[in-house]
């Protein structure tokens, strides 16, 4: 067994991990570390699938901006709320078996399929041009074929950012 | 096991711990978290379809995936921080009024 492998199952086995303790986990502060535990060991698999720029976006995007918000607000709230020393709601068991259908139905479907080897997908593109995901390659192919889409990702942050500040000013009005 | 079909795994498994996640826990910010796990968990298998199939659209289209997921908590945790502020708790079986 290569390292690599031997680090893919590690980082997998890191990201489980990280799943099952924001379960068990009582305070949200300890849930956040769990979560960011995951996300920083599925940014570990991302640069093992060679898909550098994702494992990059990932840490700096979702740890560093969307986690550290999440853990200033946990930070802002009140510790003593009843709902930071219960952990469970009523509807454990019914979810659980929910969950676990699902996944034995998804798993189901994912072991008995066959997944198409990468030379006959490699074939259906025409513009194969052998991608790799480097820095590189991926800026250019982004900013030359999906310079729209990137345009229209600043709109929408435009339209989250006024629309944060509109519910946060329609609070106000509630309050006073 | 097949690298893929491990990592398809995984993914089907963050997305399944997540959704019990949402189901079960009271805290509005732990189900908020739980769904950003889940979240993960259909990225992961977007990654792993795009480094099989070697295409950088792929790619794209998981960089635009997360420039939507932080536009979507930049709105959320302003919606439950003034939950919070309104009933001065973070229990979700305090909003019950919308049941039918």
């Known amino acids: 067994m290569s390292l690599e492998t031997l680090l893919l199952y590690f980082f997998a086995a890191a990201a489980l991990a990280g799943g099952v303790l924001m379960l068990i986990a009582r305070h949200p502060m300890r849930v956040a570390l769990a979560l960011i535990s995951s996300m920083i060991s599925l940014a570990g698999i991302y640069a093992i699938l060679g898909v550098h720029v994702i494992a990059v976006f990932q840490v700096l995007i979702y740890v560093g901006a969307v986690m550290v918000f999440m853990v200033y607000v946990i930070m802002l709230l009140d510790v003593r709320d009843p709902a930071f020393l219960e952990r469970y709601g009523r509807a454990v068991v019914p979810s659980v078996a929910v969950a676990a259908v699902l996944s034995v139905a998804l798993g189901a479907a994912v072991s008995r399929g066959r997944i198409m080897s990468a030379d006959y997908l490699a074939g259906l593109h025409s513009n194969s041009m052998a991608a790799s995901f480097e820095v590189q390659p991926f800026s250019v192919e982004f900013l030359e074929r999906y310079w729209l889409h990137f345009e229209l990702t600043s709109v929408l942050l435009l339209a989250a950012v006024v629309a944060a500040i509109a519910v946060v000013k329609a609070g106000r009005r509630h309050d006073g | ?100």
């Open chain 2, 1 to 100: 096991m097949d690298r893929t079909q491990l990592l398809l795994t995984l993914s089907i498994t963050l997305f399944a711990l997540g959704l019990i996640g949402v189901m079960v826990r009271r805290n509005a910010l732990v189900m908020l978290m739980c769904m950003e796990l889940m979240l993960n968990g259909v990225i992961l298998s977007l990654v792993t379809f795009a480094a099989h199939s070697a295409t950088l659209s792929g790619a794209v289209l998981v960089f635009l995936v997360f420039v939507v997921a932080a536009a979507e908590i930049a709105i959320a945790i302003p919606i439950v921080l003034l939950l919070s502020r309104q009933r001065h708790t973070l229990d979700v079986s305090a909003y019950s009024e919308l049941k039918g």
